[in-house]
T-cell receptor, first 114, second 108 residues
Framework: ETGVTQSPTHLIKTRGQQVTLRCSSQSGHNTVSWYQQALGQGPQFIFQYYREEENGRGNFPPRFSGLQFPNYSSELNVNALELDDSALYLC?????????????FGQGTRLTVV | EDQVTQSPEALRLQEGESSSLNCSYTVSGLRGLFWYRQDPGKGPEFLFTLYSAGEEKEKERLKATLTKKESFLHITAPKPEDSATYLCAPVGGNKLTFGTGTQLKVEL
């Protein structure tokens, strides 16, 4: 059984650029959630995808968008990067769209915007 | 608005010195609460799910308990490898809210 994997592990971008982060879900899971974690804070929910459809969104602007593919892997896209977007981006996979189901996290992508 | 408060923010223990971490929450329609462990620069590692008040779960030196307003993570005879940030996340309705965590350091 493979766990959740994210790529890349680290990334440096310039303000105003666009970035795509990738996540492969754990085998057998059909739901992917994305979180943003600033230094010293808890993860903040961005959105969730269940069977290729967005299934809930947190308080993030539309320049944060995502996709889920038929194999349940997922992408997080962020347009017009701002300095405050610098954070650890976490992907979590689970089985089913219910939020009280255990979710398993990847190691994260550290994004730095300069 | 759902609120989660974890205390203390940081805790330093000697090896073998037991203690408890607190997670207080105000959520609508609690449906469960998760505990995760997070090492620096890594993703959170799942520890426990608690679904109802009075429920307890144990794993090695850790025991999690749940009441209607708070959850505790008890650490018995901790070891240096237990050093990490411990995050709680109650689920209210269909919304998961993480606390800011308790940073635990266990020293020899």
């Amino acid at each position: 059984e493979t766990g959740v994997t994210q790529s890349p592990t680290h990334l440096i971008k310039t303000r105003g650029q666009q970035v795509t982060l990738r996540c492969s879900s754990q085998s057998g899971h059909n739901t992917v959630s994305w979180y943003q974690q600033a230094l010293g804070q808890g993860p903040q929910f961005i959105f969730q995808y269940y069977r290729e459809e967005e299934n809930g969104r947190g308080n993030f602007p539309p320049r944060f968008s995502g996709l889920q593919f038929p194999n349940y892997s997922s992408e997080l896209n962020v347009n017009a990067l701002e300095l405050d977007d610098s954070a650890l981006y976490l992907c979590a996979s689970s089985l089913g769209q219910d939020r009280n189901t255990e979710a398993f996290f990847g190691q994260g992508t550290r994004l730095t915007v300069v | 608005e759902d609120q989660v408060t974890q205390s203390p923010e940081a805790l330093r223990l000697q090896e073998g010195e037991s203690s408890s971490l607190n997670c207080s929450y105000t959520v609508s329609g609690l449906r469960g609460l998760f505990w995760y462990r997070q090492d620096p620069g890594k993703g959170p590692e799942f520890l426990f799910t608690l679904y109802s008040a009075g429920e307890e779960k144990e794993k090695e030196r850790l025991k999690a308990t749940l009441t209607k307003k708070e959850s505790f993570l008890h650490i018995t005879a901790p070891k240096p490898e237990d050093s990490a940030t411990y995050l709680c996340a109650p689920v209210g309705g269909n919304k998961l809210t993480f606390g800011t965590g308790t940073q635990l350091k266990v020293e020899l």
